[in-house]
């Protein structure tokens, strides 16, 4: 275990708003200077989950610890945190310096020292040369920077951000990801980031928490959980488009997904019967042989093109590496490689591991 500050854990936390249970049983261990995502659809309670962690929310069960302390009743101050939003929500009246300088001054810093301090945080985000300016007379990235140093300039032990990148534009967004991880491990501070949108979690995140309806649906790295995604709900929420779920029968070390035959690349102990078998669409290709299907549409994505494919009521979604013609209603052969597919219990729609 690390000795660094700013361990968060979440034991049984339970959250209603009137009769609807908006987080449900959350358990979660946040280690000191993580990159940690809550990823997950929007109403999933990702921002639940961190308005609880900074104390804006009290759970109605369960408890939250910071470093081994009970903060769950505690009040936000004694937290120690730092929050960014996706709205910046900077005071329009005052000039960058003196929204940077706020927290300090609200923590009786003293007067002399909060310039230094001011800039010091404005550098980090490259904003110190508008130090003079107000919030309005700056582009929607140049105002989340100051958002950021605002959120800085405290050094506080932990650092909550609530999709901070949703308001700019592609290219903006971009650019800002990369110096906020920059940051974060310059800053050397447990960084909570929720968002909705899986490539920043990706690339952002030590780790991550898929949220589904309340609930975590997988804890992992970024690496496992799109490798290894524990179950069917975060197979098809993971990945863009996410993986093919097809019926499938598993039967000794063979799979059939109707005539189609394809040999498991390990050893099974399962008794022969259904299974849910997934595959991402950039590990089928079409061959002379294989899952017999039509093609339903294809669209040209620049970078190679994405075929829907139907298979019965089945929409099986390929990904080709190359741009080619092929006529609406084509009839494939879809190619599975079995060293990328992913097998499901129907029953439990959680994973099954292949030996
Ligand atoms: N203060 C509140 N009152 C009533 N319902 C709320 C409140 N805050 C959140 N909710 C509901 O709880 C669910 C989870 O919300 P939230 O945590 O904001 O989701 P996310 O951030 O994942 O989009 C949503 O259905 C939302 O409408
Ligand atoms: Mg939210």
Redo the contacts with the bound molecule.
């Keep these: 275990m690390s000795n660094k500050k700013g361990r968060i854990s979440l034991r049984g936390v339970r959250k209603v ?2 009769s ?1 249970e ?1 987080l449900k049983s959350i358990d979660l261990e946040i280690e000191p200077v993580e990159f940690f995502a809550l990823l ?10 961190l ?1 609880v962690i900074a104390g804006l929310e009290t759970p109605d069960d369960g408890a939250i610890f910071v470093d081994d302390e009970d903060v769950t009743f505690g009040p936000p101050g004694e937290r120690d945190v730092a929050m960014v939003f996706q709205n910046y929500a900077l005071y329009p009246h005052m000039t960058l310096a003196e929204n940077i300088g706020f927290p300090l001054k609200m923590d009786k810093v003293p007067k002399a020292d909060i310039p230094g301090r001011v800039r010091e945080a404005a550098a980090k985000v490259k904003i110190d040369h508008l130090l003079h300016r107000r919030p309005g007379q700056l582009s929607g990235g140049q105002q989340q920077r100051c958002a950021l140093a605002r959120a800085i300039v405290r050094q506080p032990k932990l650092f909550l951000l ?1 999709e901070p990148l949703s308001n700019l534009d592609a290219q903006l967004r971009l650019e800002t990801r990369v110096e906020l991880k920059k940051l974060q491990r310059e800053l050397d501070v447990t960084a909570v980031y ?1 968002t ?1 949108d899986q490539e920043e979690a990706m690339t952002l995140a030590d780790r991550m928490a898929v ?1 589904l309806d ?1 609930e975590i649906a997988q804890i992992g790295t970024p690496d496992e959980v799109f490798n290894k995604p524990a179950n069917m709900a975060v197979a098809a929420f993971i990945g863009s488009p996410p993986m093919n779920l097809i019926a499938a029968q598993l039967d000794g070390s063979e799979i059939r997904i109707g005539d189609y035959r394809l040999a498991l690349p390990g050893q099974n102990t399962r008794p022969p019967g259904p299974v849910i078998l997934g595959i991402r669409p950039s590990h089928i290709t079409l061959s002379d042989s294989g899952l017999k299907a039509s093609l339903y549409l294809s669209e040209n994505l620049g970078e190679g093109m994405l075929l829907n494919c139907l298979y019965g009521v089945d929409m099986i979604k390929v990904r080709l590496p190359e741009v080619r013609r092929i006529n609406d209603g084509a009839a494939l052969n879809l190619k599975f490689d079995p060293g990328q597919i992913h097998l499901f219990d129907p029953e439990s729609r959680t994973r099954i591991e292949i030996g």
């Excluded at 997950?40 to 989950?49: D, Q, W």
């Design positions: 708003f009137g609807f908006a997950g659809p929007s109403g999933s309670g990702k921002s639940t989950t308005r609530d929720v909705h949220f309340g």
